[in-house]
């Protein structure tokens, strides 16, 4: 069974504007990362942020973290036509494996 | 570094026939990671070796799956014989140190066809 769910599954907005996905996890965890898909692609590594943070930002990028409530946010602002992809949250454990959500499809519209 | 290559992108096969699926990870890199991603269960783990030795199997699906790593440049996943439940994206990661901290970086994938 898959840790994380991703919410929305899909996401479609305007160009220039910000875009949230909320990843929910079930069990405690040492650090949660965010991934990004393109199609037919791998995945790519955005950014990290680890069980003792609440806040990380990286470009345009924003990560929350809130481990009371086993969840995670990521804000992508001023989004443009290249931010299409799916995003997957994933969560370590400290079982020496990584587990992924479901993801959220995003489009921005240019 | 080109990144963490694997061949064949595409893989077209008939049930029953054997299938090899091909990673070379980063240089350098001492975890190689399998995963499969197929719609209906997302992204699994299959495999992962460290330092070329095989540490955690669990998540291979049945005895039809195996993996190995000869060398700290090479991996493959085979699958024998095949069957149509095995169509997925095959995807093959690799890091400098266990996840704990770090992350992983991913191939392209090699999208399995089992008809």
């Known amino acids: 069974s898959q840790q994380g769910e991703e919410d929305p599954q899909a996401l479609s907005i305007q160009e220039g504007e910000n875009a949230t996905m909320n990843c929910s996890y079930k069990t405690s965890i040492n650090n949660l990362q965010w991934y990004r898909q393109n199609s037919g692609r791998g995945l790519v590594h955005l950014i990290l942020?680890?069980?003792?943070?609440r806040e990380k930002h990286s470009g345009r990028l924003r990560v929350t973290l809130d481990t009371s409530k086993k969840s995670s946010s990521l804000l992508i602002t001023a989004s443009r036509a290249a931010d299409t992809a799916s995003y997957f949250c994933a969560t370590d454990t400290g079982a020496n494996n990584l587990f992924f959500g479901t993801g959220t499809r995003l489009t921005v519209i240019p | 570094d080109a990144g963490v290559i694997q061949s064949p992108r595409h893989e077209v096969t008939e049930m029953g026939q054997e299938v090899t699926l091909r990673c070379k990870p980063i240089s350098g890199h001492d975890y190689l990671f399998w995963y499969r991603q197929t719609m209906m269960r997302g992204l699994e783990l299959l495999i992962y070796?460290?330092?070329?030795?095989?540490?955690?199997d669990s998540g291979m699906p049945e005895d039809r799956f195996s993996a190995k790593m000869p060398n700290a440049s090479f991996s493959t996943l085979k699958i024998q014989p095949s069957e149509p439940r095995d169509s997925a994206v095959y995807f093959c990661a690799s890091s400098l140190g266990g996840i704990g901290a770090n992350v992983l970086t991913f191939g392209a994938g090699s999208r399995l066809t089992v008809l």
């Open positions: 942020i680890r069980s003792n943070e």
């Open positions: 070796f460290n330092n070329n030795v095989p540490i955690d």
